[in-house]
Nanobody
């Protein structure tokens, strides 16, 4: 079991930056992959960025070069640095922990709203 708590969302103008944080209730060394997803109104939830235990990253094409996922192992926290924000980045952002221990288990945070005004 793992609890995830996101923070850092808010309202920002286009071109601005925000940093989201996701604090896990257990060591992120025990989590195979941490990721950020987002869901805009009327749209499906989509993967934004992911970071594996081995340090590999992948990003949605729409955020490459603008967003960066990183982690602080000592704080059991994963970050999403979002730069050059666009109105189309407006969504609820969710932190995800993907764990493979025999079975696959997915855990989600409660979400944090990001609103980018034009």
């Amino acid at each position: 079991q793992v609890q995830l708590v996101e923070s850092g969302g808010g309202l920002v103008q286009a071109g601005g930056s925000l940093r989201l944080s996701c604090a896990a209730s257990r060591s992120i060394f025990s989590i195979n992959r941490m990721g950020w997803y987002r869901q805009a109104p009327g749209k499906q939830r989509e993967l934004v960025a992911a970071l594996t235990l081995g340090g590999s990253t992948n990003y949605a094409d729409s955020v490459k070069g603008r967003f960066t996922i990183s982690r602080d192992n000592a704080k059991n926290t994963v970050y999403l640095q979002m730069n050059s924000l666009k109105p189309e980045d407006t969504a609820v952002y969710y932190c995800n922990a993907y764990i493979v221990v025999g079975a696959i288990k997915d855990y989600w945070g409660q979400g944090t709203q990001v609103t980018v005004s034009s």
